[in-house]
Nanobody
Framework: QVQVVESGGALVQPGGSLRLSCTASGIIFRITAMGWYRQAPGKQREFVARITSGGRTTYGDSVKGRFTISRDNARETMCLQMINLQPEDTAVYYC???????WGRGTQVTVSS
């Protein structure tokens, strides 16, 4: 059984930083691509970032230059480092595995003063 768990969501002020983490059990982590999506209230789900098993990364246009996705295969953890957060980054952030096969329940990020 695959379980995907996100953590690290919080309330931050505009311009602040936050680091989200994701762990996944029931998969062979080191050979599995991982990704992040987000969904703001009243909006469609949006692609944020993706990292392949080999470490190649892609980003959504709205987060390029501000967000960095990374993975630690030894610890079987994937992270999303976010800087210069803005109110429009407020959303529930979801971690996915593989071809977005499995999803976590999400972690809330709120950017507000």
């Amino acid at each position: 059984q695959v379980q995907v768990v996100e953590s690290g969501g919080a309330l931050v002020q505009p311009g602040g930083s936050l680091r989200l983490s994701c762990t996944a059990s029931g998969i062979i982590f080191r050979i599995t691509a991982m990704g992040w999506y987000r969904q703001a209230p009243g909006k469609q789900r949006e692609f944020v970032a993706r990292i392949t098993s080999g470490g190649r990364t892609t980003y959504g246009d709205s987060v390029k230059g501000r967000f960095t996705i990374s993975r630690d295969n030894a610890r079987e953890t994937m992270c999303l480092q976010m800087i210069n957060l803005q109110p429009e980054d407020t959303a529930v952030y979801y971690c996915t595995t593989g071809a977005d096969t499995f999803w976590g329940r999400g972690t809330q990020v709120t950017v507000s003063s």
